[in-house]
């Protein structure tokens, strides 16, 4: 089977430092959920942003099979590429419903509404709110509105950054159960990105450790349901701050 999303030797750099991401390779497989683990400067939000066409890299970067390397960052959402960016970044003074109707500018109307209401439906907590300024929304209610905007454009491939930056556990736990949905209905694959092994675990089949813009390791998630191979994979790649 093709992988929706075949990455091969991608480097980022930003200016005549280090590179952020260096000779990074990694699939995704149809519906599948791949993480990116490393701790804060690791180079994956670079590695997302790379994929979604919003910073220059070098390397070899497919989708379908086709390679989307220079095809510029709206065309690869409207293939089915979506980046819901690190820090929410949604737009505080627009309605909820209006950022959402954001989301799915590139859709056709009808099918823009069926999305919304499929978004509605899976976020109960925002839906109750949709008339009101977005910034008024709670943290986990704004990440849920993120994520919701970002499932409105109807991505094949949805690049997750840090959703459970800045949210208490009980949120955190209630947006992955709310994603481990969605997967459940659907084929949509997922790059998620995350500091926390924990949060991961949840929603994952396969994870690459990332430290200094390389992948230094990989596991399976069914290799780490054991809590020893799972301490043993802390201990060498994210360092004992990162457990
Ligand atoms: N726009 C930018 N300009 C210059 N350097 C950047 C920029 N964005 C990120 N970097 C640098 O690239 C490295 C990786 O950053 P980033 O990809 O954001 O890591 P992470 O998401 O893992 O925290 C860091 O050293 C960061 O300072
Ligand atoms: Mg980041």
Not at 27 to 44: D, E, I, Y
Not at 93 to 111: C, S
Not at 119 to 125: K, N, Q, R, Y
Not at 198 to 204: G, N, P, Y
């Amino acid at each position: 089977m093709t992988d929706l999303l075949d990455i091969r030797d991608l480097s980022v750099a930003y200016g005549s430092g280090a590179p952020a991401v260096s000779g990074v390779s990694f699939s995704v497989a149809p519906g599948a959920v791949v993480a990116l683990l490393g701790a804060n400067g690791a180079g994956k939000s670079s590695i997302m942003k790379a994929v979604s066409g919003l910073v220059p890299a070098q390397g070899e970067m497919k989708f379908e099979g086709a390679s989307i390397g220079k095809m510029p960052a709206r065309k690869r959402v409207a293939q089915g590429i979506v980046y819901v960016p690190e820090g929410r970044e949604i737009v505080g003074n627009l309605t909820v419903r209006e950022n959402l109707v954001l989301g799915g500018y590139q859709v056709a109307k009808a099918e823009r509404r069926r999305r919304m209401e499929m978004v509605l439906d899976l976020f109960p907590e925002i839906a109750e709110k949709v008339d009101r300024s977005a910034w008024r929304l709670s943290g986990g209610e704004q990440q849920m509105l993120a994520i919701g905007r970002g499932l409105v454009s109807g991505p094949k491939l949805l690049l997750l950054d840090e959703p459970s930056l800045g949210l208490a556990p009980l949120l955190v736990r209630r947006v992955f159960d709310r994603l481990a949905t969605i997967r459940a209905e659907s084929n949509l694959a997922i790059v998620l990105v995350e500091q926390n092994l924990a949060v991961t675990m949840r929603l994952c089949d396969e994870l690459h450790f990332l430290r200094g813009g390389r992948i230094v390791g990989f596991r399976t998630a069914k290799e780490l349901k054991d809590p020893a191979a799972r301490q043993e994979a802390v201990d060498a790649y994210l360092g004992a701050a990162a457990a």
